[in-house]
């Protein structure tokens, strides 16, 4: 039976794609189930650097597609964790060097040997946003509590849909407590009454990933730490077992303000 291809994606950037495929397909891998990510941004990779993998390149998803390489020479194995693997993006190409279609065999290739494979989109609705997409069979939207993110988010959710890829589900990045009970931050309840769509996890507002994504460790490898235990609650949920996630209390304006700016008609999604 044929692994899982989902498509880590989300309409603005900057909101912690990367940083979510790596700590959740490193999280997979460390349950025993075998893990491919696949670094769809060509041209702007970073997958290799958050996952510490930078000087183990030698080719990439575009010298797969156009046959210099084979697949199984292009794939790096995470050394730290069995079952762990990624597929570079090139470096030096433009997007549009890989096409949609050629993507779908690629992802449907790599689901013969992998239980999932986690496909890190590029920002924006762009080609690269498409090639991302081509073969997921579901997707996950990440956003920050920002009004600009969570606006973008909608509009992806929206595209996903219209690609048949229903049912996405949600995670919520880099929250801050204070902010929310402070009325300066949007909360939980705030975010999934704009998006309607299932919640997967909330990510906290923590230096730790800061400092483990410098230095090319997932912070989900880590035995303590709050972003780290919900980045394995976040695992937990996505391999389907039940693990509450914790509400957080606050109240404010930013809701409204959302709802206002919609109301005034979507503009085009920031890259």
Sequence with gaps: MPGRVVVITSGK???????????????????G??????????????????????????????DVVEGRARLRQALIHDKRVDNL?????????????????????LTAALAEEFDYVLVDS??????????????????????TPEVAAVRDADRIIGMLESRELRNPRLIINRIRTDMVRRGDMMDIDDIMEILAIELLG?????????????????????????????????????????VPIVALEGQGNL?????????????????
Excluded at 85 to 105: C, F, G, I, N
Excluded at 129 to 142: K, P, Q, S, T, Y
Excluded at 255 to 271: T, Y
Aim: aromatic share 4%.
């Design 13 to 31: 950037g900057g909101v912690g794609k990367t940083t979510t495929t790596a700590n959740l397909g490193t999280g997979i891998a460390l349950e």
């Design 33 to 62: 189930l075998r893990a491919c990510l696949i670094d769809a941004d060509i041209g702007l990779r970073n997958l290799d650097v958050v996952m510490g993998l930078e000087n183990r390149i030698v080719y990439d998803l575009v």
């Design 85 to 105: 693997y990624l597929l570079p993006a090139a470096q030096t190409r433009e997007k549009d060097a890989v096409s949609p279609e050629q993507m779908k065999d």
């Design 122 to 143: 590029p920002a924006g609705i762009e080609h690269g946003f498409r090639n991302a997409v081509a073969g997921a069979d579901e997707a996950l939207v990440v956003t």
């Design 202 to 242: 909330v990510i906290p507002d923590d230096e730790a990933v800061i400092v483990a994504t410098n230095r090319g460790e997932p912070v989900v490898m880590q035995p303590k730490g709050r972003s780290a235990e919900a980045y394995r609650n976040l695992v937990d949920r996505f391999l389907g077992r039940e």
């Design 255 to 271: 809701l409204e303000r959302l709802r206002n700016w919609m109301a005034m008609g979507r503009r085009p999604v920031s890259g």
